[in-house]
């Protein structure tokens, strides 16, 4: 019987610690035991932050690969298919490759406890080894400095996106601890882009990065960017650039474009390869416009759109850019998992939405349920409502506004399960 990555991945998970410990010791292990694939992989761009780290990485390649480079790139976690968080020199890993690789780690790995993110890290790392490839862009999983993607001792350049409150049991409950964590990612004398931070979490990357040697290019400092009349402005000490605003939505997105323009520019790419940068990167569940599927279908003549994020500055962040889109009344369809700010993710957008409907995360064992999240919504300020499905909450919807703006949001596993039945 021939093997599957999802056979693979299952085997993988009986693996798991009981209790996750961070630490790098596990990963450590097996990338000895292959032989150190993470030493001989294409120059390294590495990313950590709170928000905006797929965004980021998602622009950064888009201008490598319009400036002629071929790119590798880690992602997690994945939406509708594993697949997704591989992508070998452009593509997305095939089936077969993806098959080898599991199975080569998980051979070599033996019976030892490993988690399902460290040793499909190294799964990645060890495919990304045999390729060619000009750049390999890496995105921190959780935290930075004991993420299993740490373990590139000379990366090209680091670049730490806006850092606040997420993940607070593994990382800290301060953003003075949780910016030490992403700092960790700081290499010696590896030059940082740094995104727009908090005082405190800046306090904390500036002086990680005086011990280390490590030259910072920061929002504010050495590079700005701005909207104006429609068009992306970005400066640094190479000059101005107008260029079109990114083909990802919101302010939010300008900042994370101008932290991708820093890379680029500081690796020496030109004007062609940033334009390329804001036109063609795409990023799925962030904001986006469905098209097609059976959701499309019972959405009639309502607007259709998903976004993934799910904490307080991603509602800030989703709110704001609500605010842009042409007047229509708008309607949230949410399912959140139980380890998240529910409340602080919903109040920004009480003011813009006019109701939620709480739906539960299929298949998720974290997920609230659809009367937990609906308690939290009335309390954050809006007009709620529970439904069993994302199907019934647009059924609902559209039966007293036909013409809304339905926005599915508030999980990124809610995210994946929309579009692995709608895309």
Known sequence: ?????DAILDRMMALHPKIIDLTLDRVWRLLAILDHPEKTLPPVIHIAGTN?????????????????????????????????????????ISEEYLTQVLDECYTSNGPEKITYFEITTVAALLAFSRVRADFTLLEVGLGGRLDATNVVETPEVTVITPISIDHE?????????????????????????????????????EAQAAKLGAPLLAYGQHWHVWEERGRLVFQDEHGLMD?????LLGAHQVQNAGAALAVLRHLGFDDTACEAAMTNATWPA????????????????????????????????????????????????????????VVGYMKPLAGVATSLYAVPIPDEQATLSAQQTAIAATEAGFQAFEAETVLDAINAVTKTDPNARILICG???LAGAVLRENS
């Open 1 to 5: 019987m021939t093997q599957t990555s």
């Open 52 to 92: 905006g780290k797929g965004s980021t990485q998602a622009i950064i390649r888009a201008g490598l690969e319009g400036g002629g480079k071929s790119v590798h790139a880690y992602t997690s976690p994945h939406l509708a298919r594993f697949h997704e968080r591989i992508r070998l020199a452009g593509d997305l």
């Open 169 to 205: 049991s593994f990382l800290g409950d301060t953003l003075t601890k949780i910016a030490t964590e992403k700092a960790g990612i700081l290499k010696r004398g590896v030059p940082c882009v740094v995104g727009p931070q908090p005082e405190e979490a800046m306090d904390v990357i």
């Open 243 to 247: 260029l079109p605003l990114p083909a």
């Open 286 to 341: 962030r904001m986006q416009r469905l098209k097609v599927g059976p959701l499309i279908d019972a959405a009639g003549s309502a607007e259709l759109w998903l976004d993934g994020g799910h904490n307080p500055a991603a509602g800030t962040a989703l709110a704001a850019l609500l605010k842009t889109l042409p007047e229509r009344p708008t309607h949230l369809v949410c399912g959140m998992l139980n380890t998240k700010d």
């Open 411 to 413: 999980s990124l596993y």
